[in-house]
Protein backbone atom coordinates (compact mmCIF):
# COMPACT_ATOMS: atom_id res chain seq x y z
CA UNK A 1 0.00 0.00 0.00
CA UNK A 2 1.73 3.09 -0.58
CA UNK A 3 -0.22 6.63 1.08
CA UNK A 4 0.78 10.03 0.45
CA UNK A 5 2.15 11.80 3.50
CA UNK A 6 1.53 15.35 3.73
CA UNK A 7 4.48 17.13 5.38
CA UNK A 8 3.33 20.72 5.16
CA UNK A 9 1.05 22.42 2.97
CA UNK A 10 3.03 25.91 2.85
CA UNK A 11 5.13 25.73 -0.79
CA UNK A 12 8.21 28.13 -1.81
CA UNK A 13 6.64 28.77 -5.09
CA UNK A 14 3.84 30.20 -6.67
CA UNK A 15 2.61 28.55 -9.43
CA UNK A 16 0.20 30.28 -12.09
CA UNK A 17 -1.97 26.53 -12.17
CA UNK A 18 -1.99 24.99 -8.83
CA UNK A 19 -4.49 25.78 -6.31
CA UNK A 20 -2.48 25.34 -3.29
CA UNK A 21 -3.76 28.07 -0.68
CA UNK A 22 -2.81 26.23 2.80
CA UNK A 23 -5.37 27.88 4.58
CA UNK A 24 -7.74 25.90 2.12
CA UNK A 25 -6.88 22.63 2.62
CA UNK A 26 -8.67 21.79 5.51
CA UNK A 27 -5.83 20.58 7.89
CA UNK A 28 -3.10 22.22 9.52
CA UNK A 29 -0.19 23.57 7.77
CA UNK A 30 2.26 21.30 9.45
CA UNK A 31 2.02 18.17 11.33
CA UNK A 32 2.43 17.99 15.08
CA UNK A 33 4.79 14.76 15.57
CA UNK A 34 4.27 14.15 18.97
CA UNK A 35 0.32 13.54 18.16
CA UNK A 36 0.87 12.28 14.51
CA UNK A 37 3.65 9.79 14.94
CA UNK A 38 2.16 7.41 17.41
CA UNK A 39 -1.51 7.31 15.49
CA UNK A 40 1.11 6.45 12.11
CA UNK A 41 2.80 3.75 14.03
CA UNK A 42 -0.32 1.87 14.83
CA UNK A 43 -1.73 2.28 11.62
CA UNK A 44 1.98 1.34 9.42
CA UNK A 45 2.16 -1.56 11.92
CA UNK A 46 -1.45 -3.00 10.98
CA UNK A 47 -0.45 -2.42 7.20
CA UNK A 48 2.34 -4.46 7.42
CA UNK A 49 0.83 -7.65 9.09
CA UNK A 50 -1.62 -7.49 6.40
CA UNK A 51 0.16 -7.18 3.42
CA UNK A 52 3.81 -8.49 4.68
CA UNK A 53 5.22 -5.42 2.41
CA UNK A 54 6.52 -2.22 4.00
CA UNK A 55 4.06 -0.16 3.15
CA UNK A 56 5.26 3.13 0.94
CA UNK A 57 4.97 6.82 2.18
CA UNK A 58 5.35 9.46 -0.37
CA UNK A 59 6.33 12.80 1.28
CA UNK A 60 3.97 15.24 -0.01
CA UNK A 61 2.85 18.86 0.26
CA UNK A 62 2.83 21.59 -0.38
CA UNK A 63 6.66 21.79 -0.87
CA UNK A 64 7.85 19.12 1.69
CA UNK A 65 11.15 19.78 1.97
CA UNK A 66 10.21 23.08 3.68
CA UNK A 67 9.39 21.01 6.01
CA UNK A 68 12.60 18.80 6.03
CA UNK A 69 12.46 18.27 9.69
CA UNK A 70 9.68 16.59 9.89
CA UNK A 71 10.42 14.62 6.36
CA UNK A 72 13.66 13.18 8.54
CA UNK A 73 12.14 12.56 11.53
CA UNK A 74 9.74 9.88 9.55
CA UNK A 75 12.49 8.18 7.80
CA UNK A 76 14.41 7.44 10.78
CA UNK A 77 11.46 6.23 12.73
CA UNK A 78 9.76 4.05 10.54
CA UNK A 79 11.13 1.00 8.57
CA UNK A 80 9.15 1.69 5.12
CA UNK A 81 9.85 2.34 1.68
CA UNK A 82 10.03 6.22 0.57
CA UNK A 83 9.16 8.49 -1.97
CA UNK A 84 9.92 12.21 -2.89
CA UNK A 85 7.87 14.46 -4.38
CA UNK A 86 8.82 18.06 -4.71
CA UNK A 87 9.41 20.86 -6.87
CA UNK A 88 13.47 20.31 -6.03
CA UNK A 89 13.86 23.81 -5.55
CA UNK A 90 15.62 22.58 -1.87
CA UNK A 91 16.73 19.37 -2.86
CA UNK A 92 20.37 20.84 -2.37
CA UNK A 93 19.61 20.76 1.00
CA UNK A 94 19.04 17.20 1.86
CA UNK A 95 21.78 15.21 2.91
CA UNK A 96 23.58 12.43 0.84
CA UNK A 97 22.53 9.40 3.01
CA UNK A 98 18.72 10.59 2.69
CA UNK A 99 18.85 10.82 -0.87
CA UNK A 100 19.66 7.56 -1.28
CA UNK A 101 17.15 6.42 1.41
CA UNK A 102 14.25 7.38 -1.45
CA UNK A 103 13.17 4.64 -3.81
CA UNK A 104 11.78 7.24 -6.66
CA UNK A 105 12.24 11.33 -6.19
CA UNK A 106 9.52 13.07 -8.40
CA UNK A 107 10.58 16.55 -9.63
CA UNK A 108 8.30 18.97 -10.50
CA UNK A 109 9.88 20.23 -13.91
CA UNK A 110 7.10 20.89 -16.59
CA UNK A 111 9.86 20.93 -19.76
CA UNK A 112 11.95 23.68 -22.07
CA UNK A 113 13.23 26.82 -19.69
CA UNK A 114 11.00 28.99 -20.40
CA UNK A 115 7.88 26.78 -19.73
CA UNK A 116 8.91 26.17 -16.43
CA UNK A 117 9.83 29.66 -15.71
CA UNK A 118 6.57 31.10 -17.47
CA UNK A 119 4.58 28.40 -14.87
CA UNK A 120 6.62 28.47 -11.76
CA UNK A 121 8.47 31.62 -11.83
CA UNK A 122 11.99 32.81 -13.05
CA UNK A 123 14.92 31.53 -12.58
CA UNK A 124 12.97 28.09 -11.36
CA UNK A 125 14.22 25.78 -14.45
CA UNK A 126 17.97 26.47 -14.03
CA UNK A 127 17.82 26.31 -9.85
CA UNK A 128 15.57 22.65 -10.40
CA UNK A 129 18.51 21.06 -13.07
CA UNK A 130 21.05 22.26 -11.09
CA UNK A 131 20.10 20.44 -7.46
CA UNK A 132 18.79 17.44 -10.04
CA UNK A 133 22.44 17.60 -11.41
CA UNK A 134 24.43 18.14 -8.52
CA UNK A 135 22.35 15.42 -6.26
CA UNK A 136 22.91 12.75 -9.14
CA UNK A 137 27.15 13.31 -8.74
CA UNK A 138 26.90 12.97 -5.20
CA UNK A 139 24.38 10.16 -4.73
CA UNK A 140 23.51 7.24 -5.58
CA UNK A 141 19.68 7.95 -6.70
CA UNK A 142 17.71 4.61 -7.91
CA UNK A 143 15.03 6.69 -10.02
CA UNK A 144 14.43 10.45 -10.46
CA UNK A 145 11.42 10.87 -13.03
CA UNK A 146 10.28 14.32 -14.41
CA UNK A 147 6.70 15.25 -13.72
CA UNK A 148 5.53 17.93 -15.51
CA UNK A 149 2.27 20.30 -15.84
CA UNK A 150 0.90 20.39 -19.32
CA UNK A 151 -1.35 22.62 -20.91
CA UNK A 152 -1.97 25.49 -23.18
CA UNK A 153 1.26 27.30 -23.92
CA UNK A 154 3.30 24.24 -23.85
CA UNK A 155 4.11 21.64 -26.66
CA UNK A 156 4.37 17.84 -25.11
CA UNK A 157 6.42 16.51 -27.96
CA UNK A 158 8.98 19.46 -27.06
CA UNK A 159 8.89 18.89 -23.46
CA UNK A 160 8.95 15.68 -23.25
CA UNK A 161 12.20 15.29 -25.63
CA UNK A 162 13.68 17.87 -23.89
CA UNK A 163 13.56 16.54 -20.16
CA UNK A 164 14.78 13.46 -21.67
CA UNK A 165 18.03 15.01 -23.61
CA UNK A 166 19.32 16.43 -20.24
CA UNK A 167 22.27 15.01 -19.18
CA UNK A 168 24.16 14.23 -16.38
CA UNK A 169 27.55 15.92 -15.53
CA UNK A 170 30.00 13.51 -17.41
CA UNK A 171 28.10 12.41 -19.68
CA UNK A 172 28.89 12.59 -23.84
CA UNK A 173 27.56 10.16 -26.81
CA UNK A 174 29.44 7.32 -26.30
CA UNK A 175 27.93 7.20 -22.48
CA UNK A 176 24.91 9.01 -21.77
CA UNK A 177 23.86 9.03 -18.56
CA UNK A 178 19.55 10.53 -18.30
CA UNK A 179 19.63 13.08 -15.66
CA UNK A 180 15.69 11.52 -15.46
CA UNK A 181 15.08 7.93 -15.32
CA UNK A 182 11.53 8.33 -17.01
CA UNK A 183 9.42 11.05 -17.97
CA UNK A 184 5.16 11.79 -17.28
CA UNK A 185 3.25 14.52 -17.29
CA UNK A 186 -0.68 15.39 -16.10
CA UNK A 187 -2.91 18.05 -18.12
CA UNK A 188 -3.71 20.91 -16.26
CA UNK A 189 -7.41 20.53 -16.86
CA UNK A 190 -10.91 20.19 -14.40
CA UNK A 191 -9.48 21.47 -11.65
CA UNK A 192 -11.56 24.84 -11.89
CA UNK A 193 -14.22 26.15 -13.98
CA UNK A 194 -15.78 26.76 -16.78
CA UNK A 195 -13.36 24.72 -19.31
CA UNK A 196 -11.18 27.28 -21.10
CA UNK A 197 -12.14 27.77 -24.23
CA UNK A 198 -8.82 27.81 -25.82
CA UNK A 199 -8.30 24.11 -24.58
CA UNK A 200 -10.15 21.94 -27.49
CA UNK A 201 -8.28 24.33 -30.21
CA UNK A 202 -4.53 23.86 -28.46
CA UNK A 203 -5.54 19.63 -28.17
CA UNK A 204 -6.71 19.86 -31.69
CA UNK A 205 -3.77 22.29 -33.07
CA UNK A 206 -1.00 20.79 -30.80
CA UNK A 207 -1.22 18.48 -27.84
CA UNK A 208 -3.02 15.35 -30.14
CA UNK A 209 -0.35 16.09 -33.00
CA UNK A 210 2.78 16.04 -30.33
CA UNK A 211 1.47 12.96 -28.82
CA UNK A 212 1.77 11.02 -32.53
CA UNK A 213 5.10 12.60 -32.61
CA UNK A 214 6.17 11.23 -29.63
CA UNK A 215 4.49 7.51 -29.83
CA UNK A 216 6.67 7.20 -33.56
CA UNK A 217 9.85 8.82 -31.84
CA UNK A 218 9.49 6.52 -28.88
CA UNK A 219 9.31 3.13 -31.28
CA UNK A 220 12.15 4.57 -33.91
CA UNK A 221 14.24 4.52 -30.55
CA UNK A 222 13.50 0.83 -29.93
CA UNK A 223 14.03 0.07 -33.52
CA UNK A 224 17.57 1.41 -34.09
CA UNK A 225 19.12 2.00 -31.23
CA UNK A 226 16.99 -1.24 -29.30
CA UNK A 227 16.07 1.47 -26.36
CA UNK A 228 12.75 1.43 -24.73
CA UNK A 229 12.72 5.03 -23.51
CA UNK A 230 11.04 5.93 -20.13
CA UNK A 231 7.44 7.81 -21.24
CA UNK A 232 5.45 6.23 -18.42
CA UNK A 233 2.29 6.66 -20.13
CA UNK A 234 3.67 5.16 -23.28
CA UNK A 235 5.00 2.05 -21.23
CA UNK A 236 2.40 1.62 -18.81
CA UNK A 237 -0.58 1.26 -21.23
CA UNK A 238 1.51 -0.23 -24.19
CA UNK A 239 2.46 -3.22 -21.41
CA UNK A 240 -1.62 -3.91 -21.43
CA UNK A 241 -2.01 -4.14 -25.42
CA UNK A 242 0.33 -6.61 -25.21
CA UNK A 243 -0.76 -8.81 -22.90
CA UNK A 244 -4.27 -8.21 -24.05
CA UNK A 245 -2.94 -9.47 -27.70
CA UNK A 246 -0.77 -12.36 -25.94
CA UNK A 247 -4.53 -13.86 -24.41
CA UNK A 248 -6.14 -13.14 -27.93
CA UNK A 249 -3.57 -15.19 -29.52
CA UNK A 250 -3.90 -17.78 -26.71
CA UNK A 251 -8.06 -17.80 -27.41
CA UNK A 252 -8.84 -20.86 -29.54
CA UNK A 253 -10.49 -20.03 -32.30
CA UNK A 254 -13.33 -20.83 -32.33
CA UNK A 255 -13.81 -19.67 -28.24
CA UNK A 256 -16.14 -16.01 -27.96
CA UNK A 257 -14.07 -13.14 -26.38
CA UNK A 258 -14.07 -13.09 -22.48
CA UNK A 259 -14.78 -10.15 -21.12
CA UNK A 260 -11.66 -8.08 -19.81
CA UNK A 261 -10.67 -7.32 -16.87
CA UNK A 262 -11.21 -4.02 -14.96
CA UNK A 263 -8.11 -1.89 -15.07
CA UNK A 264 -7.50 0.35 -11.27
CA UNK A 265 -7.09 3.45 -11.44
CA UNK A 266 -3.56 3.84 -13.33
CA UNK A 267 -2.31 5.96 -10.19
CA UNK A 268 -4.21 4.06 -7.43
CA UNK A 269 -6.26 6.42 -5.76
CA UNK A 270 -8.56 4.30 -4.08
CA UNK A 271 -7.32 1.29 -4.96
CA UNK A 272 -3.51 0.81 -3.54
CA UNK A 273 -2.92 4.39 -3.13
CA UNK A 274 -4.12 6.89 -0.38
CA UNK A 275 -3.43 10.00 1.63
CA UNK A 276 -2.77 10.86 5.07
CA UNK A 277 -3.31 14.68 6.59
CA UNK A 278 -1.48 16.56 8.34
CA UNK A 279 -3.78 15.81 11.59
CA UNK A 280 -3.73 12.08 10.65
CA UNK A 281 -6.94 12.00 8.73
CA UNK A 282 -7.13 8.81 6.20
CA UNK A 283 -8.05 9.96 2.39
CA UNK A 284 -8.44 9.33 -1.19
CA UNK A 285 -6.68 11.72 -3.90
CA UNK A 286 -4.03 13.95 -2.39
CA UNK A 287 -5.86 16.64 -4.37
CA UNK A 288 -9.11 16.13 -2.74
CA UNK A 289 -8.44 16.77 0.37
CA UNK A 290 -11.66 18.21 2.19
CA UNK A 291 -14.56 16.80 0.07
CA UNK A 292 -17.01 14.50 1.39
CA UNK A 293 -16.66 11.69 -1.18
CA UNK A 294 -12.36 11.38 -0.23
CA UNK A 295 -12.94 10.83 3.02
CA UNK A 296 -12.32 7.43 3.88
CA UNK A 297 -12.23 4.92 7.22
CA UNK A 298 -13.51 2.03 8.56
CA UNK A 299 -13.98 1.17 12.44
CA UNK A 300 -13.86 -2.40 14.13
CA UNK A 301 -15.40 -4.91 14.06
CA UNK A 302 -17.74 -4.56 10.72
CA UNK A 303 -16.08 -1.96 8.92
CA UNK A 304 -18.53 0.35 8.24
CA UNK A 305 -18.44 3.86 5.98
CA UNK A 306 -18.21 6.34 8.18
CA UNK A 307 -18.74 9.57 5.61
CA UNK A 308 -16.37 11.76 7.98
CA UNK A 309 -12.96 13.07 8.91
CA UNK A 310 -11.69 9.59 10.66
CA UNK A 311 -9.05 9.58 13.04
CA UNK A 312 -6.24 6.98 11.98
CA UNK A 313 -6.51 5.04 15.35
CA UNK A 314 -9.76 4.40 14.55
CA UNK A 315 -9.12 2.39 10.90
CA UNK A 316 -8.38 -1.10 12.47
CA UNK A 317 -7.71 -2.97 8.67
CA UNK A 318 -6.59 -0.36 6.24
CA UNK A 319 -4.86 -2.66 3.86
CA UNK A 320 -7.87 -5.34 3.85
CA UNK A 321 -11.09 -3.21 3.88
CA UNK A 322 -9.65 -0.34 1.57
CA UNK A 323 -8.89 -1.33 -1.72
CA UNK A 324 -11.17 -0.44 -4.48
CA UNK A 325 -13.29 2.05 -1.98
CA UNK A 326 -12.89 4.77 -4.49
CA UNK A 327 -14.43 4.21 -7.78
CA UNK A 328 -14.74 6.71 -11.07
CA UNK A 329 -18.10 7.49 -12.15
CA UNK A 330 -20.03 7.42 -15.53
CA UNK A 331 -19.13 7.50 -18.46
CA UNK A 332 -15.87 5.31 -17.36
CA UNK A 333 -17.52 2.40 -16.66
CA UNK A 334 -19.05 1.77 -19.75
CA UNK A 335 -16.34 3.41 -21.80
CA UNK A 336 -15.11 0.98 -24.64
CA UNK A 337 -11.42 1.78 -23.61
CA UNK A 338 -11.80 1.20 -19.64
CA UNK A 339 -9.51 -2.06 -20.42
CA UNK A 340 -6.86 0.09 -21.21
CA UNK A 341 -7.08 3.53 -19.60
CA UNK A 342 -8.66 2.46 -16.10
CA UNK A 343 -10.66 5.54 -15.74
CA UNK A 344 -8.67 7.84 -15.94
CA UNK A 345 -8.87 10.06 -12.78
CA UNK A 346 -11.36 9.63 -9.86
CA UNK A 347 -10.80 13.02 -8.68
CA UNK A 348 -12.42 14.48 -12.36
CA UNK A 349 -14.79 12.17 -12.34
CA UNK A 350 -16.46 12.87 -9.10
CA UNK A 351 -16.00 16.60 -9.24
CA UNK A 352 -16.53 17.52 -13.09
CA UNK A 353 -15.47 20.96 -12.89
CA UNK A 354 -15.82 21.33 -16.90
CA UNK A 355 -19.21 19.84 -17.03
CA UNK A 356 -19.51 16.72 -19.28
CA UNK A 357 -18.41 18.33 -22.34
CA UNK A 358 -15.05 19.56 -20.86
CA UNK A 359 -14.99 16.41 -19.36
CA UNK A 360 -15.19 14.83 -23.02
CA UNK A 361 -12.80 17.22 -24.51
CA UNK A 362 -10.03 15.43 -22.02
CA UNK A 363 -11.29 12.07 -22.41
CA UNK A 364 -10.38 12.27 -26.38
CA UNK A 365 -6.80 12.97 -25.91
CA UNK A 366 -6.87 9.90 -24.13
CA UNK A 367 -8.62 8.01 -26.57
CA UNK A 368 -6.18 9.88 -28.78
CA UNK A 369 -2.94 8.16 -26.83
CA UNK A 370 -5.02 4.64 -26.72
CA UNK A 371 -4.76 5.14 -30.96
CA UNK A 372 -1.89 5.15 -31.40
CA UNK A 373 -0.21 3.07 -29.36
CA UNK A 374 -2.76 0.39 -31.02
CA UNK A 375 -1.08 1.16 -34.43
CA UNK A 376 2.28 0.71 -33.48
CA UNK A 377 1.75 -2.12 -30.89
CA UNK A 378 2.34 -4.87 -33.74
CA UNK A 379 6.12 -3.23 -34.19
CA UNK A 380 6.87 -3.09 -30.93
CA UNK A 381 5.92 -6.62 -30.97
CA UNK A 382 8.09 -7.45 -32.86
CA UNK A 383 10.97 -5.52 -31.78
CA UNK A 384 10.94 -6.67 -28.21
CA UNK A 385 11.07 -10.03 -29.33
CA UNK A 386 14.09 -9.35 -31.95
CA UNK A 387 17.09 -7.84 -30.86
CA UNK A 388 18.01 -5.05 -33.25
CA UNK A 389 21.70 -5.67 -35.61
CA UNK A 390 23.26 -2.30 -33.90
CA UNK A 391 23.07 -3.59 -30.53
CA UNK A 392 24.72 -7.02 -31.23
CA UNK A 393 28.06 -6.37 -30.48
CA UNK A 394 30.00 -7.54 -27.61
CA UNK A 395 29.09 -10.78 -25.44
CA UNK A 396 31.39 -9.28 -22.74
CA UNK A 397 30.35 -6.33 -20.33
CA UNK A 398 32.69 -4.57 -17.86
CA UNK A 399 31.70 -3.40 -14.65
CA UNK A 400 32.02 0.49 -15.79
CA UNK A 401 28.85 -0.72 -18.16
CA UNK A 402 26.86 -3.24 -15.92
CA UNK A 403 27.18 0.17 -13.40
CA UNK A 404 24.85 2.25 -15.76
CA UNK A 405 21.95 0.02 -15.47
CA UNK A 406 20.84 0.48 -12.21
CA UNK A 407 17.27 1.26 -12.15
CA UNK A 408 14.01 -0.60 -12.06
CA UNK A 409 13.29 -0.39 -15.71
CA UNK A 410 16.72 -1.25 -16.51
CA UNK A 411 18.39 -3.63 -13.88
CA UNK A 412 21.38 -5.62 -14.54
CA UNK A 413 23.10 -7.12 -11.91
CA UNK A 414 26.29 -9.32 -12.13
CA UNK A 415 27.47 -12.75 -10.65
CA UNK A 416 30.00 -15.65 -10.60
CA UNK A 417 31.41 -13.98 -13.72
CA UNK A 418 28.26 -13.96 -16.21
CA UNK A 419 25.92 -10.55 -16.40
CA UNK A 420 21.96 -10.48 -16.05
CA UNK A 421 19.21 -8.12 -17.09
CA UNK A 422 16.65 -8.89 -14.70
CA UNK A 423 14.98 -5.97 -15.66
CA UNK A 424 11.57 -8.66 -17.00
CA UNK A 425 12.42 -10.35 -13.53
CA UNK A 426 11.44 -7.03 -11.55
CA UNK A 427 8.64 -6.17 -14.37
CA UNK A 428 6.19 -9.50 -13.28
CA UNK A 429 7.01 -9.20 -9.78
CA UNK A 430 6.55 -5.67 -9.21
CA UNK A 431 3.99 -6.63 -6.67
CA UNK A 432 6.02 -8.37 -4.27
CA UNK A 433 7.91 -5.02 -3.99
CA UNK A 434 9.70 -6.20 -0.49
CA UNK A 435 11.31 -9.82 -1.93
CA UNK A 436 12.75 -7.68 -4.98
CA UNK A 437 14.09 -4.74 -3.02
CA UNK A 438 17.39 -6.53 -2.45
CA UNK A 439 17.78 -6.53 -6.12
CA UNK A 440 16.87 -3.09 -7.02
CA UNK A 441 19.75 -1.95 -3.76
CA UNK A 442 21.99 -3.60 -5.87
CA UNK A 443 21.13 -2.96 -9.43
CA UNK A 444 24.06 -2.08 -11.46
CA UNK A 445 26.55 -4.22 -9.29
CA UNK A 446 28.00 -7.35 -8.88
CA UNK A 447 26.65 -10.19 -6.15
CA UNK A 448 28.77 -12.98 -6.76
CA UNK A 449 28.72 -13.36 -2.31
CA UNK A 450 25.36 -13.85 -2.54
CA UNK A 451 25.83 -17.80 -4.09
CA UNK A 452 27.97 -20.22 -3.62
CA UNK A 453 30.95 -20.81 -6.14
CA UNK A 454 30.49 -24.31 -6.88
CA UNK A 455 26.82 -24.71 -6.61
CA UNK A 456 25.79 -21.15 -8.41
CA UNK A 457 22.78 -21.28 -5.85
CA UNK A 458 22.42 -19.28 -2.74
CA UNK A 459 24.53 -19.62 0.01
CA UNK A 460 23.82 -21.04 3.60
CA UNK A 461 23.63 -21.27 7.03
CA UNK A 462 22.46 -23.27 9.98
CA UNK A 463 19.20 -21.96 11.30
CA UNK A 464 20.01 -22.04 15.63
CA UNK A 465 16.59 -22.74 16.57
CA UNK A 466 15.84 -25.95 14.05
CA UNK A 467 19.37 -26.67 13.15
CA UNK A 468 18.43 -27.08 9.52
CA UNK A 469 20.73 -25.63 6.32
CA UNK A 470 18.78 -22.66 5.26
CA UNK A 471 19.48 -19.72 3.16
CA UNK A 472 21.77 -17.15 4.10
CA UNK A 473 19.41 -13.87 3.55
CA UNK A 474 21.45 -10.84 5.06
CA UNK A 475 19.76 -8.66 2.29
CA UNK A 476 16.26 -9.72 3.85
CA UNK A 477 13.89 -11.28 2.51
CA UNK A 478 14.38 -12.42 -1.17
CA UNK A 479 12.10 -13.31 -4.38
CA UNK A 480 12.65 -17.30 -4.85
CA UNK A 481 14.45 -17.70 -1.90
CA UNK A 482 12.48 -20.28 0.52
CA UNK A 483 11.63 -18.94 4.26
CA UNK A 484 13.61 -20.24 7.52
CA UNK A 485 9.85 -21.83 8.65
CA UNK A 486 7.05 -23.72 6.68
CA UNK A 487 4.35 -21.57 5.45
CA UNK A 488 1.75 -21.87 3.39
CA UNK A 489 1.91 -18.26 1.50
CA UNK A 490 5.15 -18.61 0.29
CA UNK A 491 5.05 -18.01 -3.92
CA UNK A 492 5.67 -21.35 -5.55
CA UNK A 493 4.53 -19.54 -9.40
CA UNK A 494 8.02 -20.38 -10.32
CA UNK A 495 9.84 -23.16 -12.39
CA UNK A 496 13.42 -22.47 -11.30
CA UNK A 497 14.77 -19.29 -9.22
CA UNK A 498 15.76 -16.60 -10.72
CA UNK A 499 19.38 -16.33 -10.16
CA UNK A 500 19.76 -20.36 -12.25
CA UNK A 501 17.54 -18.93 -14.95
CA UNK A 502 19.84 -18.72 -18.57
CA UNK A 503 17.13 -16.72 -20.04
CA UNK A 504 18.28 -13.62 -18.52
CA UNK A 505 21.99 -14.30 -18.63
CA UNK A 506 23.21 -11.36 -21.66
CA UNK A 507 26.78 -11.82 -21.15
CA UNK A 508 30.10 -12.55 -19.48
CA UNK A 509 31.92 -10.21 -17.14
CA UNK A 510 35.12 -9.26 -18.58
CA UNK A 511 37.94 -10.73 -16.12
CA UNK A 512 39.83 -7.52 -17.17
CA UNK A 513 38.53 -4.20 -18.45
CA UNK A 514 41.03 -2.14 -20.49
CA UNK A 515 41.74 0.79 -22.06
CA UNK A 516 42.85 1.93 -25.06
CA UNK A 517 43.58 5.30 -27.10
CA UNK A 518 42.54 5.39 -30.54
CA UNK A 519 43.95 7.84 -32.81
CA UNK A 520 42.41 8.76 -36.34
CA UNK A 521 45.25 9.49 -38.39
CA UNK A 522 42.96 11.34 -41.06
CA UNK A 523 41.09 13.90 -38.74
CA UNK A 524 43.81 13.45 -35.71
CA UNK A 525 40.75 12.88 -32.85
CA UNK A 526 41.59 10.89 -30.02
CA UNK A 527 39.25 8.67 -28.20
CA UNK A 528 40.14 6.66 -25.20
CA UNK A 529 37.75 3.90 -24.77
CA UNK A 530 36.63 0.99 -22.45
CA UNK A 531 37.43 -2.75 -23.75
CA UNK A 532 37.65 -5.96 -22.49
CA UNK A 533 40.34 -8.09 -22.39
CA UNK A 534 38.83 -10.98 -24.34
CA UNK A 535 37.28 -8.93 -27.18
CA UNK A 536 38.50 -9.01 -30.30
CA UNK A 537 39.80 -6.31 -32.38
CA UNK A 538 36.76 -6.78 -34.17
CA UNK A 539 34.49 -6.69 -31.48
CA UNK A 540 36.15 -3.02 -29.95
CA UNK A 541 35.91 -2.14 -33.50
CA UNK A 542 32.07 -2.00 -32.87
CA UNK A 543 32.27 -0.29 -29.83
CA UNK A 544 34.35 3.01 -31.47
CA UNK A 545 31.28 2.80 -33.98
CA UNK A 546 29.56 5.09 -32.18
CA UNK A 547 32.72 7.93 -32.68
CA UNK A 548 33.58 6.81 -35.97
CA UNK A 549 30.36 5.67 -38.20
CA UNK A 550 33.51 4.66 -40.91
CA UNK A 551 35.55 2.71 -38.60
CA UNK A 552 35.87 -0.53 -41.09
CA UNK A 553 37.30 2.32 -43.64
CA UNK A 554 40.26 1.99 -41.60
CA UNK A 555 43.53 -0.60 -41.26
CA UNK A 556 44.24 -0.63 -37.87
CA UNK A 557 47.91 -0.74 -36.29
CA UNK A 558 50.33 -0.73 -33.68
CA UNK A 559 53.59 0.17 -33.48
CA UNK A 560 53.47 0.33 -36.97
CA UNK A 561 52.53 -3.29 -37.33
CA UNK A 562 48.76 -3.99 -39.08
CA UNK A 563 46.49 -5.54 -36.61
CA UNK A 564 44.56 -8.58 -37.05
CA UNK A 565 40.67 -7.57 -36.31
CA UNK A 566 39.75 -11.16 -35.79
CA UNK A 567 42.07 -11.23 -32.61
CA UNK A 568 42.79 -9.90 -29.06
CA UNK A 569 44.46 -7.84 -27.91
CA UNK A 570 47.12 -9.64 -26.15
CA UNK A 571 46.90 -11.92 -29.39
CA UNK A 572 48.25 -8.85 -31.18
CA UNK A 573 51.17 -8.55 -28.75
CA UNK A 574 49.33 -5.38 -27.24
CA UNK A 575 50.22 -6.49 -23.87
CA UNK A 576 48.75 -5.58 -20.47
CA UNK A 577 51.28 -3.68 -18.59
CA UNK A 578 48.90 -2.35 -15.78
CA UNK A 579 50.19 -4.69 -13.21
CA UNK A 580 53.94 -3.51 -13.74
CA UNK A 581 52.92 0.37 -14.17
CA UNK A 582 50.95 -0.48 -10.39
CA UNK A 583 54.24 -1.87 -8.90
CA UNK A 584 56.66 0.98 -10.32
CA UNK A 585 53.62 3.50 -9.08
CA UNK A 586 53.51 4.80 -12.25
CA UNK A 587 49.23 6.01 -13.16
CA UNK A 588 48.16 3.62 -16.12
CA UNK A 589 45.87 5.77 -17.33
CA UNK A 590 49.10 8.22 -18.09
CA UNK A 591 50.18 5.02 -19.95
CA UNK A 592 47.39 3.33 -22.61
CA UNK A 593 48.08 1.55 -25.42
CA UNK A 594 47.66 3.50 -28.60
CA UNK A 595 46.23 2.33 -31.75
CA UNK A 596 46.54 4.30 -35.32
CA UNK A 597 43.75 4.37 -37.63
CA UNK A 598 44.98 4.45 -41.31
CA UNK A 599 42.06 5.60 -43.65
CA UNK A 600 41.57 3.04 -46.78
CA UNK A 601 40.80 5.78 -48.94
CA UNK A 602 37.47 4.36 -49.72
CA UNK A 603 33.59 5.13 -48.73
CA UNK A 604 32.86 2.05 -47.08
CA UNK A 605 30.41 2.86 -44.49
CA UNK A 606 30.27 0.58 -40.93
Known sequence: MRYFLFATTACNLHCTYCGNDPEEMEMPIRPNPEELLPKLRAFLERDREQTQEKPILVFYGGEPLTNWPFVKLVMDTFDCRFILQSNSTLLDTVPTDYLEKFESILVSIDGRRDVVDRNRGEGTYDRVVKNCTAVRQRARVKNMVARGCCMEGAAVDEEVRHLMSLQQAGADAAHPKPLFDNVYWQLNTGFDFPMRESFPIWVRDSYNPGI?????????????????????????????????????????????????????????????????????????????????????????????????????????????????CLTVREPCPSCDIRDVCGGRCVYASKTKYWGDEGFDAVCATVRHLVAELRRVRPEVEQLIVEVPASTQTSTYFSPNEVAQHNHPSDCWLSWLGKVYDLTPLIRDNASQSLAIQPILDNAGRDISHWFNPKTGMLRTCV?????????????????????????????????????????????????????????????????????????????????????????????????????????TLPENNIPDEDDDLHRLRMDPDAHIPTLHLYYNDDLTVA
Not at 235 to 259: G, I, N, S
Not at 279 to 305: F, Q
Not at 529 to 554: D, W
Request: net charge neutral; with cysteine; aromatic share 6%.
Open 212 to 324: SRLVDEWVAAMRDHGRVAGIVPFVALMKTLLEQAAEDRARPADAAPAPRPIIPIRCGIGHDTFSITTDGRLGGCPCGIGEAWNTLGYTHPKNRYLGRHPDLEEIVTPAASLPN
Open 463 to 567: DEASGMLVPFLPMGKLLHALPRDPRTDCPNDFAIPWWADTRFCIGTLTRKPRKIRLVNMLTRDEHVIEVCTEETLEQIRSRYLSHNAHAHSYTWKFLGQTLDMTK
